[in-house]
């Protein structure tokens, strides 16, 4: 897999209007409206700090979340953990590509940093379209005319096919910032150099882009085992006729994934031997954690891995010479529904396989356990990382690359 595009080095950058789509969406907490973790933000300190040494004008364009989401919110408190971050003010409009946007920007002096109102609060930023029409949007069309360059940055987001990943790269000049090229270095490297056997361990809760991978590295031939953890697994477990019980179903249904139940079980049909699924799980009961075999949920909520299956999913972990990892195992927040996902990233670490791990809340977790230096990469992404390693080409990387070619 080879993709060729520009970076910072290929511009002049002084006094430069540059419009940098960056990824610093972050975990909220519900009841504070706090941001939670800003590792994110500290990642792209490297490339925005290179940007403003350099004289440029920066224009950061972000999301947080996707609309009717409850973190589904303003960008104001990031601009504020990215001033404390970069020990830089960062300016915030409460705008997108209205007067009051276009107005900071032209007003914008060299160094400074300014960042726009999420970007998804504007409704063609989330349609589902095609690549080419996602210039022909206001956003383009109010913005680029104000700029000289485009910078991706947003490696996290790189799977997706919108406007503000993808528009830019028909009208501008465009380059990949830092975190995008060392991602895109590490994580192609890793596709291309894979030691057999090679496992797959998928959890988390975006269900959608877990399941496609899964399909994709089954078919393709690439995984040797994938461990199903988190909403996956009680996927997987209701696809093999094993009850799960009405809250954990309806809660699989209001995130949108009833489809995938026949998904999965089509899955199964063809891959038994290479997907696994746990024999027990640790269910919420009378406000404490118990684990019970998985014919024994009832109408428990599922909180996590069960400790049989985690001893089960570590000796495959250990025995793996290439593990690729995403999402966390179960509600980690908790800490006594934290063993899972603190086992398996323990695993991870003592194995002497090449590891990468993705996904937001993984990546902080290992961090937090200490294993930065035990894995090979953490990535920042989730969906975009485990999409690059299944093989799959990345809409917004393809969108520089085409760029590239133009010059
Ligand atoms: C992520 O957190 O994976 C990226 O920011 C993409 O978010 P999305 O899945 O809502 O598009």
Known sequence: MSY??????????????????????????????????????????????????????????????????????????????????????VIYVEDIFGYAARKAISTLKKGE?????????????????????????????????????????????????????????????????????????????????????CVYILGGVKADDSINIMQNVLENGSADHVLTTGLIANIFLQAAKIEIGKSNKKFIIKKGYEDYFKVAQNLLRKFKDKIVIPSDVAIYKDGERVDVPVD?????????????????????????????????????????????????????????????IGGGHLGAAAIQMGFDEKIDHISIAGGACINLLAGERLPAIEALERSSQKK
């Open 296 to 356: 024994k949920i009832n109408d428990h909520p599922i909180y996590d891995l069960g400790i049989e299956s985690i001893k089960e999913y570590a000796q495959i972990i250990r025995k793996s010479s290439t593990i690729f990892a995403n999402g966390p195992a179960g509600v980690f927040e908790y800490p006594d529904f934290s063993i899972g996902t603190d086992d398996i990233l323990n695993a991870i670490a003592t194995s002497s396989g090449f590891s990468i």
């Open 4 to 89: 060729q595009f520009n970076t910072l080095d290929d511009f002049k950058l002084n006094n430069q209007t540059i419009i940098l789509r960056v990824d610093i969406n972050s975990p909220v907490d519900p009841n504070t409206g706090m941001i939670l973790d800003d590792n994110r933000m500290k990642v792209h300190k490297k490339t925005l700090k290179e940007l403003s040494l350099k004289g440029a004008k920066t224009v950061i364009l972000a999301h947080q979340s996707r609309p009717g989401k409850e973190d589904f919110t303003t960008l104001e408190q990031h601009a504020q953990v990215l001033s404390k971050i970069l020990n830089q003010k």
């Open 113 to 197: 940093i300014l960042l726009l109102e999420n970007v998804r609060f504007y409704s063609e930023e989330v349609l589902k379209r095609e690549v080419t029409p996602q210039f022909e949007t206001h956003l383009i069309h109010k913005l680029a005319p104000l700029a000289d360059l485009f910078v991706n940055d947003a490696f996290a987001a790189a799977h997706r096919s919108q406007p503000s990943l993808i528009g830019f790269t028909f009208e501008l000049p465009s380059a990949a910032g830092r975190v995008m090229e060392k991602e895109f270095k590490v994580l192609s490297s890793a596709v291309e150099n894979v030691k057999r056997p």
